[in-house]
């Protein structure tokens, strides 16, 4: 469908403004979505035009009035926890089962080959669905952090010019009070460029910890991104603790922390202190909205869920919060779906937090939210000089763009239209025997 020689118009689409650095011209409807025409040209993006401002000149392709997002950016994921599902379900689907039968599987089945084969599968799905930055956990609990580390090294490089890759730390905090092993992963991370990460939990020393991994991160000079508060519990408040740990270490760094679930639950005047802090502290927040939805308020005894498991992205948002939402788990104990498909995301995070009516703002925490939390320049945004980097949809509305899985789509990578196909899941096939 596109010209070979990579100079032509991309015409007659539609684009949101949260994607726009410039808005100047352009006419937006109701939901915040304009007429434009992008020149596209050794593989960037030349020009941005407001539809009928200006002849088109080059070889133009008719979009049909089509939505065009740049490519996506998925700041929360697990790849290599993915695609074990067949051989390690989560026996009732509640967190503590994920939990149990994820530390079985790497313990039993980690290998190098093991994380590398289901890693590259993950990246085949991300890419083909118009991913361009990921950032994956890494269980990195001994003797796992030698063997991961360096397979992601190598995928990272493998995957270099289509999905760039980063990867963060993950162990449940409490491993930190063995200061010798936790002074050596962080040493780990550092050498592989990675972020400093860990699962927060109310243990009673948790401002001390929290001092350890800040004073790390400051020392070597690394990010930091958290898993708190996975729980309906209220009295879980790493959240709080983890703004309070930011401010009292004056931390310039980045740090993003995932799922926030309890927030949700605890009374207004409470919630209202920590949003304020977290504003201070500059941290910026990303709900898991279809893990969430799966594993909160999941109950032993056949009742019905009540509660939708996301956390307060509206009331952050107001606050000027750096917001997003990522895919998380993908068909293993955490969540027994999902194909790194960021569009999905979006069309669930709209539906279980309802991003709509109005739209605002929130095509951004697929694209630049999230591009701003992992410090990269450039994604997420169209601009001019900025790589051609986007995916161009059938739906011409909202409407029409989440009520299909617009598996038709077009990605469109440094100008160019890539090849799309997912990979077949027997590919795992010999990986999944019990
Ligand atoms: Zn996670």
């Known amino acids: 469908m596109l010209p070979e020689n990579g100079t032509y118009t991309l015409s007659n689409l539609r684009l949101h403004r949260s994607h726009l650095d410039n808005i100047e011209g352009f006419d937006f409807d109701t939901e915040g979505f304009s007429m434009a025409a992008i020149e596209i040209a050794d593989g960037a993006i ?175 000079g690394l990010d930091l991104d958290f898993h708190a508060d996975e729980t309906d519990d209220v009295n879980a408040v790493s959240l709080d603790r983890i703004a309070d740990a930011a401010l009292r270490h004056g931390f310039e760094g980045k740090v993003l922390v995932g799922h926030c679930c309890s927030l949700a639950r605890q009374p207004d005047d409470m919630v209202k202190a920590t949003l304020d802090k977290v504003a201070r502290a500059n941290l910026s927040v990303v709900s898991l909205p279809m893990c969430n939805m799966y594993l909160q308020d999941r109950r032993a005894d056949a009742t019905t869920p009540r509660w939708r498991g996301v956390t307060l992205l509206h009331e952050m948002a107001a606050r000027g919060i750096n917001v997003c939402v990522a895919s998380d788990n993908t068909r293993d104990p955490f969540y027994a779906y999902g194909d790194l498909d960021v569009l999905e995301v979006y069309r669930e995070a709209t539906r279980i937090l309802h991003f709509d009516h109005p739209v605002g703002n929130w095509p951004a925490t697929v694209t630049a939210n999230p591009a701003q939390a992992m410090r990269l320049d450039g994604a997420g945004r169209l601009a001019i000089g900025a790589k051609a980097d986007l995916v161009l949809f059938r739906g011409r509305s909202l409407t029409e763009l989440l009520s299909r899985p617009e598996s038709n789509r077009t990605v469109i990578r440094d100008g160019k239209a890539i090849e799309s196909t997912l990979p077949d899941y027997s590919d795992l096939d010999d990986l999944m025997e019990p």
Not at 88 to 111: E, Q, Y
Not at 169 to 175: A, H, K, M, V, W
Request: glycine share 6%; charged share 25%; net charge neutral.
């Open 46 to 220: 030349r020009a941005i035009h407001a539809a009928g401002t200006k002849p088109v000149d080059t070889f133009a392709v008719d979009c049909r009035g089509g939505i065009a997002y740049p490519a996506f950016v998925d700041c929360h994921t697990h790849i290599d926890k993915g695609h074990i599902w067949a051989r390690k379900p989560n026996p009732d689907g509640s967190f503590p089962g994920a939990l149990s039968a994820v530390g079985d599987d790497r313990k039993a089945r980690w290998t190098a080959e093991d994380v590398d084969r289901r890693m590259e599968f993950s990246l085949a799905c991300a890419y083909a669905h118009g991913t361009r930055a990921l950032r994956t956990h890494l269980d990195s609990v001994p003797p796992q952090e030698d063997i991961s580390w360096p397979v992601f090294d190598t995928v990272r490089q493998r995957w270099q010019g289509r999905v760039e890759l980063q990867a963060a730390c993950l162990f449940g905090i409490d491993e930190a009070r063995n200061e010798s092993w936790f002074n050596r992963l962080a040493q780990t991370v550092a050498r592989h460029r990675g972020i400093l990460g860990a699962v927060t939990y109310m243990v009673p020393d948790l401002d001390t910890l929290l001092d350890r991994m800040f004073a790390k991160a400051i020392e070597l």
